[in-house]
């Protein structure tokens, strides 16, 4: 078998974890997300404990390797019965939802601090003004704040889902079959590292060239300028 056919094989070998890649990543992006839209809140609230709280998950989560918070979340939460005996264990004895949690709860401590930055970067101005206006201040986030905090963390957002993409490669440690668990049991075949591994980095290119296009999509039409010339071109339209 020469070289380009062996790399072909691999490739075509590789292909069927793409979806579970995908769907780690998109499933811990999405609840560390939300979990670090509400350490960002915590963060900004300006109440003591909420505030420590989130400064100790945060510092924690930051603080610790993924892999040894993949390991414990894996193979140390079975050693506590009365989470054995609860509504939990059917989910939390299974890999994939250990590697989403891990990767979730991960996330969600560099999430916060991005949604933090992108808030304080806020002008006070504008927020003076709407509590002037009389607005509260769960319709002040919604309506002012959290939709140009949005727009400002889009780029440093799309570097931590490039980050989660490549991250999911930790979960073939804990015997999940995504691409770098394809990968390793290939290896264990062939005894061809190098080239297989090459093929496995070649597909999480792709798919961070993909992350990169969609982030950059978001990026111009959801810029300021991008919005001021739709709404120009609305009432020219019309």
């Given amino acids: 078998m ?7 094989e691999m490739f075509m070998r590789l292909i069927p974890g793409i979806p579970l890649t ?22 900004t609230s300006g109440l003591f404990v909420p ?3 989130a400064r100790g998950y945060i510092s924690l989560f930051r603080g610790t ?11 140390g939460l079975s050693q506590f019965p ?4 609860s509504v939990l264990w059917p989910y939390l004895r299974q890999p994939w939802w250990c590697a989403v949690f891990a990767l979730a709860l991960n996330t969600a401590s560099y999430v916060a ?8 970067t806020v002008p006070r101005g504008q927020i003076e003004a709407a509590m002037a206006y009389g607005m509260t201040t769960s319709l002040m986030y919604r309506r002012i704040i ?9 780029p440093a957002y799309g570097n931590e889902i490039i980050l989660m993409v490549k991250a999911t490669a930790l979960a073939s440690t804990i015997t999940l079959m995504e691409v770098t668990g394809l990968a390793a049991q290939a ?5 061809r590292p190098v080239e297989i591994f090459a093929v496995a980095g070649l597909i999480y290119l792709g798919l961070n060239y993909l992350t990169v296009y969609i982030i950059r999509f978001l990026e111009r039409s959801l810029s300021p300028t991008s919005v001021v010339s739709k709404h120009a071109q609305n009432r020219n339209y019309f």
């Fill in 187 to 191: 290896i264990s075949e062939t005894y």
């Fill in 2 to 8: 020469n070289e380009l056919s062996f790399l072909y």
């Fill in 51 to 53: 505030d420590l709280f």
């Fill in 113 to 120: 601090e991005i949604i933090r930055g992108s808030i304080s």
């Fill in 22 to 43: 995908i769907q780690l990543a998109a499933s811990s992006v999405f609840f560390g997300g939300i979990l670090g839209l509400m350490l960002a809140l915590m963060r």
């Fill in 146 to 154: 959290l939709p140009q905090a949005f727009v400002r963390m889009l």
């Fill in 82 to 85: 009365e989470l054995r005996s």
């Fill in 65 to 75: 390797p993924l892999l040894v918070q993949l390991y414990l979340i894996y193979y």
